[in-house]
């Protein structure tokens, strides 16, 4: 086995993780893929801000107004320095899927924007290239910005292993390409792309790359610094904190010459009835009032799992992961829709068992108390490409023990055994 | 277990053994339905004899894919509707839907109207299996409109 696993005690911090479902089971939760579970500390920083400090951040001049402010902003420096980025480049939206639209729009906003939006702008001939392991919301907002704009769509297609077929690179990403919109790590596959050789082609051509970062961020270390992309963007809530709150982080420069997506108060300069001008980013892009609480929330995840060490969390998941592999494969008639082995390749276990529709098994799983994805889990192509409709997804995290794997293999022998296939 | 509950053996019997499964003509109506949700899939197929509310469903056949309660709900509906006039077995249809919504309470479901179907009672609890349960049902009422749309 590779990677260390971290300490069971860490458990005791999540409090929903106590509880027993379907008849007083345990509860073993493996779609931290989906929605991550919350620890205490996550709790109270909301509970405190509106116990102590609610108010609306960057208004009035009263005095809770300003603890929320510092609040606030206090919390876009911890998420910052989690990704080893400045506070100023930290756009703090509802989640992963707002993020990229906020892209999306900035480009087709740009052109009839100033001519510092120049290279946001896409037409017919422009390509945007994306992959076909993308979830739907780093896909769907790229095919209607094409729409809109009359740009073409192209796109990596998957090797039979769940790697991404990089064959085509120089072909597929080349002078009409403006922006190249992949993930850091499939939903589905677990799948991790040599993102660094994708970036250094991009950029080679002038392209711009996006990175879908809901399933890497809150796994892996990562630093945008070396990352080799343009904008990042994920979820809160998959990473311990709230729903409600995500993050697009982009490049200064390029935040400076983007037009806004959603506009209204806060992200103002000076307002006329005839016209208005708007603020620098990050405040360019967060109309409204933001999400206060749930920025402190997430502020408060991300300082946990510094505390952890997200080298740490990653050796944990990847030993899980190979576990995971190596339980669910000695079960006849049991695939792994995804790379075979733990390498490059995060902790998203997606698999198919003979004869039982993945509906059925997750049934089975979930009346012993085992609570997996089943579906197709917003990435419908991906499914289509191997054929299957569906598959059972387990997917883990900080809190996930051995144990937890080994009720996983035992259930699906279960379902076998229900539904009489082995 | 409650899983027997579920997964009673008059719904695994049709679901391994799918009556009227297959497309076949004539066909006046067809509809082609997907649970979003989980990725299901039905095109079904109506031929009907006779005009308006008192034609006769004279056949009812269908692809589809999708979990066992998917399948087994589309196979017990073909065989609940068939030979029934478009009328009986919209009814029938309304029955089955009172059924999936009454989330197990109203658990007294009438045998002489559902026949096989009566056994998805258990499904009702399960709020997020409903939608499998529905889905032949649903394609059925869409392609039997366009039938009848076509008759008119």
Redesign the interface.
């Known amino acids: 086995m590779t990677g260390t696993l971290l300490p069971e005690e860490l458990k005791k911090d999540f409090p929903l993780l106590r509880r027993t479902v379907?008849?007083g089971r345990p509860l073993v939760y493996l779609d931290s893929g989906a929605t991550s579970q919350k620890p205490v500390q996550v709790l109270d920083a909301e509970r405190e801000f509106y116990e102590r400090h609610n108010a609306a951040p960057h208004r009035g001049a009263h005095l809770l107004s300003e603890e929320a402010t510092e609040a606030y902003e206090d919390a876009r420096a911890s998420i910052a320095r989690f990704i080893g980025a400045v506070p100023g480049e930290i756009v703090l939206t509802k989640n992963a899927t707002e993020g990229i639209n906020l892209v999306a729009y900035a480009m087709s906003n740009a052109a009839t924007a100033g001519p510092e939006a120049e290279r946001f702008r896409v037409g017919p001939g422009d390509e945007i290239v994306v992959t076909e392991m993308e979830h739907h919301a780093n896909l769907v907002p790229w095919q209607e910005l094409c729409r809109r704009t009359g740009a073409t769509l192209r796109w990596f297609g998957i090797t039979d292993d769940g790697r991404l077929d990089l064959d085509g690179l120089d072909d597929l990403v080349n002078e009409r390409t403006k922006l190249v919109a992949l993930t850091h790590q499939s939903n589905v596959l677990g799948t991790v792309p040599p993102v660094q050789r994708i970036a250094d082609r991009a950029h080679a051509v002038g392209a711009l790359v996006l990175l879908d970062g809901a399933q890497s961020v809150p796994h892996q270390p990562v630093d945008v610094a070396s990352l080799g992309a343009d904008f990042l963007a994920f979820s809160g809530h998959k990473m311990l904190g709230p729903t409600g709150i995500g993050v697009l982080w982009g490049r200064r420069e390029l935040l400076e010459a983007m037009p806004p997506f959603i506009t209204g108060g806060s992200m103002i300069e000076v307002v006329h009835m005839e016209n208005t001008t708007f603020m620098p980013p990050p405040q360019r892009f967060e109309a409204g009032v933001p999400m206060t609480a749930q920025a402190i929330g997430l502020g408060a995840a991300c300082d946990y799992l510094a505390a952890i060490g997200m080298d740490r969390v990653q050796a944990h998941e990847e030993a899980l992961t190979a576990y995971a592999l190596e339980r669910l494969t000695e079960i006849p008639g049991v695939r792994i829709i995804g790379p075979g082995t733990s390498e490059a390749r995060g902790g998203a276990v997606s698999f198919t068992v003979e004869d039982i529709?993945?509906?059925?098994v997750g049934?089975?799983l979930d009346?012993l108390g085992v609570e997996v994805r089943?579906?197709?889990h917003c990435a419908?192509p991906i499914?289509r490409r191997f054929g299957i409709?569906?598959t059972t997804r387990a997917t883990f995290y900080v809190y996930n023990t051995l144990a937890d794997l080994d009720a996983l293999a035992d259930g699906v022998r279960q379902a076998q055994k229900?539904?009489g296939t082995a | 277990m409650q899983l027997e509950a579920m997964y009673q053996e008059v719904i695994l019997d049709h679901y391994r053994n799918p009556h009227n499964k297959g497309l076949r003509e004539p066909f006046e109506g067809e509809a082609h339905h997907v649970n979003p949700t989980c990725g299901d899939e039905v095109t079904l197929r109506v031929h009907l004899d006779g005009e308006g509310q008192d034609a006769t469903v004279a056949d009812v056949s269908y692809d589809a894919m999708g979990c066992s309660i998917s399948q087994a709900s589309a196979s017990v509906m073909t065989d609940l509707v068939i030979g029934k006039s478009v009328k009986e077995a919209m009814a029938v249809g309304e029955e089955f839907l009172a059924l999936m919504q009454s989330r197990g309470r109203d658990t007294e479901p009438d045998e002489d109207v559902l026949e096989d179907a009566v056994a998805f009672v258990g499904v009702s609890k399960y709020p997020a299996r409903i939608k499998c349960a529905l889905l032949a049902w649903m394609a059925w009422k869409d392609a039997t409109a366009r039938a009848l749309g076509e008759a008119s």
């Open positions: 379907r008849g529709h993945p509906h059925d049934q089975v009346e089943v579906g197709h419908w499914c409709p569906a229900f539904f």
